[in-house]
């Protein structure tokens, strides 16, 4: 039996009301809230935060990982390698990036379902994640939120077994956006609903079911895709089932998350879920998907681990001005600094064990770990001086304290002022590093911290990517 084995989900720490982007522009508020990436966020770190809280709820190491976006970083550059180094996959993983459709997430959950069944995989990651960009004043600027989600497929440990597949593909034009644009485009509502949308989504939904000999009253949970909240309504009713069954959208919570969004509803559905639901999954984007999914006893076991419920609660406001500087809409005047120089490939190259997954080593003899940002070079242990008696050891995972702290009102970031630490790990290690998604005024020695795997700058188009120590929610 091949199915989902764990689950994972990232939402955005920051909510842009849409009150707040309605009263700019004089429109009609669409009603709610989406969340928004910080200015350190993008497709790849979401991602590697929802893989990363995964793993954590999973038993059995991954061998391969699937990334889908529509808003991957890199135009040619695989993002899914970035997210397996920075969570410590093999390097005999297999990795993929599924790109340029909104079910481009669900295609790479059966990719992975088929790499398990056929056993060429014995655990696959499916994450995906997107940033999506709608115009100003434009209906898509409430609505697109952005999130991450994460699921572990696996034949072993299975949560919710995935009974049967459908897909159709079509090149029906709904929603596209070139290589030279930064914006979401659409055609008409009512040509995209009547020709397209409506009739690929009953035609997938009305042939599972016709396969599987089932209707809709079998299902506990339905997951339909849509545009915006009309649009999923009409559909819901459409296909014959009732409201208590459709599972929420969350485009009043977060908006509309692109690839992400489907999976985050599976995750929302199954943290409800009983052992022998049934609930149907269906996606669209270039044509359309359809699952039937089965719950397993074994789903009690990872339903409080998620807590994806609990986020949807939390979330810190902005203002649209910090909202157009973070997405940079606007020009802001820079600090009178240097600039920065360059991202060193060679240099990242030799400290990529350190970058990439936060590693450093532990002495055999005294058990103290420690990290050095300079360099995997350490050959004295700082507590026991023996040499060149160290085992490799991972920072990431490990809650730290802070020990000390500098507020930089000169550093050149989107959301002044900078603020730098110095933090100690539980276990032992300390690290100088920037901190993030911090609230000024509660920041004080010894306040504990995670890591977070983030954006520092960018130059000349190569991304910097590194850790940075966050409050623990």
Not at 40 to 53: F, I, L, Q, S
Not at 60 to 68: I, K, N
Not at 441 to 456: A, D, S
Request: glycine share 10%; aromatic share 8%.
């Amino acid at each position: 039996m091949a199915g989902i084995t764990s689950m994972g989900v990232y939402i955005p720490m920051y909510r842009l009301a849409c009150e707040e982007i309605a009263g700019m522009w004089g429109v009609r508020a669409t009603g709610g809230k989406k969340a928004v990436a910080g200015y350190d966020e993008d497709p790849v770190t979401m991602a590697a935060a929802a893989v990363r809280e995964c793993i954590k709820n999973d038993s059995l190491p991954p061998e391969s990982l699937f990334f889908a976006s529509t808003t991957a970083p890199y135009q040619e550059k695989m993002s899914a390698a970035i997210i397996a180094n920075s969570v410590g996959l093999n390097q005999k993983s297999i990795t993929a990036d599924f790109a340029n459709s909104l079910k481009s997430g669900t295609t790479a959950l059966k990719s992975a379902l088929d790499a398990v069944k056929a056993g060429s995989a014995g655990r696959v990651l499916v994450a995906a994640a997107d940033c999506r960009l709608g115009l100003p004043r434009g209906r898509f600027e409430q609505l697109f939120g952005d999130a991450a989600a994460a699921l572990a497929i696996g034949s072993e440990g299975v949560i919710a077994e995935i009974e049967s597949f459908r897909s159709i593909t079509s090149d029906f034009t709904a929603l596209w956006r070139t290589r030279a644009d930064r914006f979401v485009k659409s055609g008409e509502t009512r040509f995209i609903d009547t020709q397209g949308y409506f009739p690929i989504m009953q035609e997938i939904t009305s042939g599972l079911l016709e396969d599987c000999n089932m209707k809709p009253a079998d299902f506990s949970r339905v997951i339909l895709p849509a545009f915006d909240a009309r649009q999923h309504a009409a559909l819901a009713g459409k296909l014959g089932f009732e409201a208590s069954q459709v599972q929420d959208p969350l485009f009043t919570g977060i908006g509309h998350t692109g690839t992400a969004a489907t999976l985050i509803m599976l995750i929302a559905a199954m943290e409800q879920a009983r052992p022998g639901d049934r609930i149907l999954l269906t996606n669209y984007g270039d044509g359309a998907d359809a699952m039937i999914i089965k719950v397993t006893e074994a789903v009690s076991g990872v339903q409080t681990a998620t807590r994806l419920t609990d986020r949807l609660e939390k979330g810190r406001s902005i203002d649209y001005g910090t909202y157009l500087s973070w997405r940079e809409l606007i020009r802001l005047e820079a600090p009178g600094l240097p600039p920065r120089g360059e991202p060193s490939l060679s240099a990242r190259w030799r400290q990529r064990h350190v970058i990439a997954s936060l590693s450093g080593v532990k002495c055999r003899q005294c058990g103290l770990p420690q990290i050095h940002t300079i360099g995997q070079n350490i050959r004295v242990c700082v507590g026991c001086q023996s040499k060149d008696e160290f085992d490799p050891y991972s920072f990431s995972d490990k809650k730290a304290s802070l020990f000390t702290y500098a507020v930089d009102h000169l550093q050149p970031t989107k959301n002044p002022p900078g603020l730098n630490g110095v933090i100690d790990f539980e276990g032992g290690g300390r690290l100088i590093c920037e901190l993030t998604d911090y609230d000024l005024n509660k920041v004080e020695i010894g306040m504990p911290l995670e890591m977070t795997f983030r954006k520092m700058f960018q130059g000349e188009g190569i991304i910097n990517y590194f850790w940075k120590a966050k409050p623990i929610e």
